[in-house]
């Protein structure tokens, strides 16, 4: 078949921001969906960075890429970027430089009419700008371990990242118990505090701390002391990175190039609890151990159904959507409704109620 009589089934598919559980097994749905339909799946490499290097990184992913162990493990096989927006391009000489154009015309000389954008909020928003400004069809697929993309119950990577942080607190729970201790685990999340709320109760937290419900030191301690009066020996914490200092201040670490991460509020808390508790506190620093890992059967899952319906939105002539999981099915909802507002915790909702009702406290 001639390049011009496929044009219109040839699509781009990239992965965009941090990488997490689960992205290769959205491709491997994508591509085989795509093939049982004979269209041409072209990965891009790094995501939109793969296409302003020179010459444009890319391949085309077939069938026979995903016949083996490359659904089940974690990462991303084409790689990734969270710091290269083509809008504000980092140049060499410390400059920041409008790529978009450059970029547009990247992917209309490899004959691509619509791209499968496998990204968080952040993401979406730079990919919806792009591809409206070049004319290309686009379609969302949400991956983020933070699980903050609005209209969705879950993105892709969410629900393994929640089990490596579960899996942390019941490892820390004997070392606790052995040395009497407060062990105190920071988990990541950005701006929400799902992955502690969902961990901490889980793993059987004492306390759970996220940026969402304000805290005082004063009462994860009476909650600690409260814990000993019962005649337990040792008591756990989780902490989402996110949480500020009492004075409202963040914690962040500032890189290479004035790029901000959060980091280091467990071992803040440590110190200031130890004067308020007769218990030693240590911190745990879990990272980005909850991103690098194998998906977990519920991601494998959601990602098959998402990278399906992600090509079938393509051959249905939906575009500007975003793959959604909602009330235990796959539906399509308007990218700009998607980006809108960051989904957070709710600190009225179901969940804070179930961990009150279990007598886990907020710090409040
Ligand atoms: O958004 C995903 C996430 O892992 C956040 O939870 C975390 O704050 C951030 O990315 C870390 O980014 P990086 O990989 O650049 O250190």
Not at 224 to 232: F, L, N, T
Not at 295 to 305: E, F, K, V
Not at 309 to 334: P, T, Y
Request: hydrophobic share 40%; net charge neutral; proline share 4%.
């Amino acid at each position: 078949m001639s390049r011009e009589s496929i044009m219109s089934k040839r699509i781009a598919i990239l992965t965009s921001g941090g990488d997490c559980a689960g992205l290769n097994a959205v491709m491997r749905a994508a591509v085989l969906r795509a093939d049982s339909l004979g269209w041409e799946i072209l990965g891009i490499e790094n995501g939109t960075a793969g296409l302003l290097d020179d010459p444009p990184r890319y391949r085309i992913l077939k069938p026979s890429d995903f016949d083996g162990s490359v659904m089940r493990r974690g990462g991303t096989i084409l790689g990734t970027t969270n710091s290269r927006n083509p809008f504000s391009y980092p140049m060499p000489d410390g400059s920041k430089k409008d790529r978009s154009d450059e970029l547009i015309a990247t992917l209309k000389s490899l004959e691509v009419e619509s791209l499968i954008g496998i990204g968080g909020d952040g993401s979406f928003d730079i990919l919806n700008r792009l591809t409206k400004q070049g004319d290309i069809k686009f379609i969302g697929v949400p991956k983020t371990i933070d699980n903050d993309v609005s209209l969705t119950d879950m993105s892709v990577g969410f629900d393994t990242a929640v089990a490596v942080a579960t899996e942390a607190l019941d490892r820390l729970q004997p070392t606790a118990a052995s040395h009497d201790r407060i062990m105190m685990l920071e988990v990541m999340g950005r701006d929400a505090g799902h992955i502690a709320l969902h961990a901490g109760i889980a793993g059987g937290a004492d306390v759970i701390l996220i940026p969402e419900i304000p805290y005082k030191i004063e009462n994860i301690a009476k909650k600690i002391e409260s814990v000993k009066k019962g005649g337990r020996n040792f008591s756990l914490v989780i902490v989402s990175e996110a949480v500020k200092t009492p004075d409202g201040k963040k914690h962040q670490v500032v890189y290479h190039g004035g790029e901000t991460r959060y980091g280091g509020i467990a071992d803040y808390l440590c110190v200031k609890l130890a004067e308020h508790t007769s218990y030693e506190a240590r911190a745990t620093v879990l990272g980005h151990v909850q991103r690098g890992v194998d998906p977990g059967h519920t991601d494998r899952l959601l990602a098959s159904a998402m990278g399906v319906k992600a090509v079938e939105l393509i051959a249905e002539g939906k575009f500007g959507r975003m793959v959604a999981w909602q009330n235990r099915n796959i539906v399509d909802v308007a990218i700009e409704d998607a980006v809108k507002d960051c989904f957070t915790v709710n600190p009225k909702g179901m969940l804070v109620h179930t961990a009150r009702s279990l007598g886990i406290s907020f710090g409040d």
